[in-house]
Every structure is written in structure tokens, then in C-alpha cells.
């Protein structure tokens, strides 16, 4: 029997994995909590902690093809993209970050994989004109390609909850009231249209 719910594979690090939130949620959690969806979804998080885009780059698609299985009828396999900032901590070149996210959505779309991207919200720990940069980076990438990008790191880095929430942890993942702004610019930010459903779904 063909399973006719949707599978949306979330790839990405510890943000992606909801570390930090003693819900134990995250954003993810969260936004597929408010999709309605029927059948309901199978939301299948894939997640590495610390991972470089260009590692990322290197195991999503062995690692979704085990979840997503052979291409179905059109609309029914997505992948959400979400990005976190180990490029910054490893040094590598917005150059190479580009290009590696690049080839994440280039070789999505050619598996006919509807893409969502996720782009990364602010540390405490890292400078902030470079996370600007790379969040603005990985934004020009996604809509050359016009794949929905949702900017987390402007609205958020002088948010005072958000500030607050990654004061009370480790400075870099935050807890269940960032999670929630996390999951408010996802679900405000073009997801129920991604998916095919009315905005005023939220």
C-alpha cells in the first residue's frame, strides 16, 4: 500500500535537532504542529551538531534517499534546508559557503525535491557583521534559484527576548521562547504557500 502522507526531510545541525529547548520542540516541532496537513505529514529531522555546509553537502542525499525512498506523484517529497553558522566557526569563505548550498538546491531540484530554506539566526558568539554576510549570502543564493528563504538573523539579532534566551544558555542555541520566534518567521515567511496550502492557514 503506497503511503500517501507528504515526507518532509529536514536536514541541518543541533538548531534543526531543537537543542536547547526543554520542550524538546524546537522550530521544527513547532511549524509542523501548525500545518494542517491530511494526511499529516512525516517530518523526519536529519541532523548533525557543528555541521559545515560543505559536510552537509557531502551526506544529505544518501541520507534523505533512505527516508524519501523513490520519487512519488509531484508535490510529494519535500526538503527543508536549515542552515546554522559552523561555516563562520571553520572558517570557510563565503565563496564556499555559497557554493556548497548552491549544490545542495541545484542537485534538490533535479530530484524534483521541493526546497525550503532556513537561513541561520543570530549567536552571541560570533561576529556580527560576518553572520550578517552569510545570512545574506545564503539569502542570494536561494533566490537565484527562487526557492523560499526565510531571513532569521535581521529580524532577531537585536530582538530582546531572542537576546535573552541565548543569555540564559550557551550563546548559541537558544531556548523555548527563541524556538517560537524561529518557528513564527517559518510559519509568516512563505511555508503554508510552499506547501500548497492558503496563507491564512496560520
Not at 15 to 35: I, Y
Request: aromatic letters at 6%; charged letters at 20%; a negative charge.
Amino acid at each position: 500500500m503506497v503511503d500517501p502522507a507528504r515526507r518532509i526531510c529536514v536536514i541541518g545541525d543541533e538548531l534543526v535537532a531543537g537543542s536547547g529547548d526543554p520542550k524538546a520542540l524546537g522550530w521544527v516541532g513547532r511549524v509542523a504542529a501548525r500545518t494542517p496537513l491530511e494526511p499529516l505529514p512525516h517530518v523526519l529531522t536529519l541532523a548533525v551538531p557543528h555541521e559545515t555546509t560543505t559536510a552537509l553537502s557531502a551526506r544529505w542525499q544518501a541520507e534523505t534517499a533512505l527516508r524519501l525512498g523513490p520519487p512519488p506523484a509531484e508535490g510529494q517529497h519535500h526538503l527543508v534546508v536549515g542552515l546554522g553558522r559552523a561555516d563562520l566557526d571553520a572558517g570557510l569563505s563565503l565563496a564556499r559557503s555559497r557554493l556548497n548550498l548552491a549544490n545542495i538546491l541545484d542537485v534538490a531540484d533535479s530530484q524534483r525535491l521541493s526546497t525550503f530554506v532556513v537561513g541561520p539566526p543570530p549567536s552571541a558568539r560570533l561576529d556580527a557583521d560576518r553572520q550578517a554576510e552569510l545570512s545574506a549570502a545564503f539569502a542570494d543564493v536561494a533566490a537565484r534559484r527562487r526557492v523560499p528563504y526565510v531571513e532569521t538573523y535581521a529580524p532577531l539579532a537585536r530582538h530582546e527576548q531572542w537576546l535573552a534566551d541565548l543569555a540564559s544558555g550557551d550563546g548559541s542555541t537558544p531556548g523555548q521562547a527563541g524556538y517560537g520566534l524561529m518557528a513564527w518567521l517559518v510559519l509568516h515567511t512563505g511555508w503554508h504557500r510552499w506547501l500548497g496550502l492558503p496563507d491564512d492557514a496560520v
